[in-house]
């Protein structure tokens, strides 16, 4: 019982923590918190839902899902928070309220679109379980694994390997530097946001898959759980959202199999972030002076 609540919780976390990196990501380099990334979630799961059932691939279905869908959270930066942040003293709640308003027409728009009702992926693993000594894993959980794994080691290597990954860690430890010393500012924010919006997209998928049904009202919870996740990690904190994710998975598995905790299980993570700010009000691995 506990093995298998573990797995779970680590299923549950991994997608958190693909969920919010975007989030991450963009906060890290232009300091606002991108609502809309909930968006990209709900958008990556219909999309690869039609993908899936016109060619038959969920392999297909992962990769165009996480391009397209990219490649429009480029776009949202460019035509929309880019104008916005130009302006001089632009206050900061308004690419918030900005991002809500996103959010809220991305939901409006596929409920028009795709309708109001939930559609199943059904995908077919070929087994219903896969058994190993006493611990029954459920397939859709090793696919989460792994795809997080990938993702999460492809942007490692970006981050910290690649020549763009060091414009986008200049670019977040302080913009202006960055630009003096000839770094290309736009080519980070870029990569931001196709990374973050990419993630979103694959993370939505996963959980299309998972509990095999999706509806218009996909991204609601995440929207607001996304930020508690962001902020308990450390806002701006790639490594900090993937702990925090894993520790709002496994508090809300456990907490919810082995207690009788008189709270909705969505709230949770709002009582883990509490505790964590009044301990620890910069987050697990977020820098006092950026808090």
């Keep these: 019982m506990f093995t298998q609540?573990?797995?779970n919780a680590l299923a549950i976390g991994s997608v958190y923590a693909l969920t919010a990196m975007g989030a991450t990501l963009i906060y890290g380099i232009l300091?606002?918190?991108?609502?809309?990334?909930?968006?990209?979630?709900?958008?990556?799961?219909?999309?690869?839902?039609?993908?899936?059932?016109?060619?038959?691939?969920?392999?297909?279905?992962?990769?165009?899902s996480i391009i397209a869908v990219g490649v429009l959270g480029i776009l949202i930066q460019k035509f929309i928070y880019s104008p916005?942040?130009?302006?001089?003293?632009?206050?900061?709640?308004?690419?918030?309220?900005a991002a809500v308003g996103l959010f809220t027409m991305s939901s409006d728009?596929?409920?028009?679109?795709?309708?109001?009702?939930?559609?199943?992926?059904n995908y077919d693993f070929g087994v219903t379980s896969i058994k190993i000594g006493s611990v029954v894993?459920?397939?859709?959980?090793?696919?989460?694994?792994?795809?997080?794994a990938v993702l999460l080691l492809i942007l490692w290597f970006i981050l910290n390997k690649t020549k763009l990954g060091l414009a986008w860690r200049a670019t977040a430890n302080d913009t202006e530097i960055a630009k003096v010393c000839g770094v290309n500012t736009s080519n980070a924010m870029a990569l931001s946001y196709i990374l973050g919006y990419g993630f979103a997209a694959a993370a939505g998928i996963m959980v299309g898959i998972l509990y095999n049904s999706i509806t218009p009202?996909?991204?609601?919870?995440?929207?607001?759980?996304?930020?508690?996740?962001?902020?308990?990690?450390?806002?701006?904190?790639?490594?900090?959202?993937?702990?925090?994710?894993?520790?709002?998975?496994?508090?809300?598995?456990?907490l919810s199999a082995y207690t009788s905790i008189p709270i909705p299980k969505d709230a949770i993570a709002f009582v883990v972030l509490?505790?964590?700010?009044?301990?620890?009000?910069e987050g697990l691995l977020g820098q006092k002076n950026k808090v």
Excluded: H
């Design 5 to 7: 609540q573990f797995m």
């Design 217 to 254: 009202a996909l991204g609601e919870v995440p929207s607001y759980k996304m930020l508690a996740i962001i902020v308990l990690g450390g806002l701006g904190n790639p490594l900090g959202t993937v702990l925090a994710g894993l520790i709002i998975g496994f508090t809300e598995v456990f």
């Design 109 to 121: 728009l596929v409920r028009l679109i795709c309708g109001p009702y939930s559609l199943s992926y």
């Design 31 to 64: 300091g606002i918190l991108d609502i809309a990334n909930a968006g990209a979630y709900l958008i990556g799961a219909y999309l690869g839902w039609y993908i899936y059932y016109g060619t038959g691939s969920i392999v297909l279905a992962f990769v165009i």
């Design 274 to 281: 509490i505790i964590m700010l009044l301990i620890k009000p």
């Design 84 to 97: 916005i942040l130009a302006k001089p003293n632009t206050l900061s709640i308004i690419p918030l309220v």
């Design 137 to 148: 894993l459920v397939p859709a959980w090793i696919l989460i694994f792994a795809l997080t």
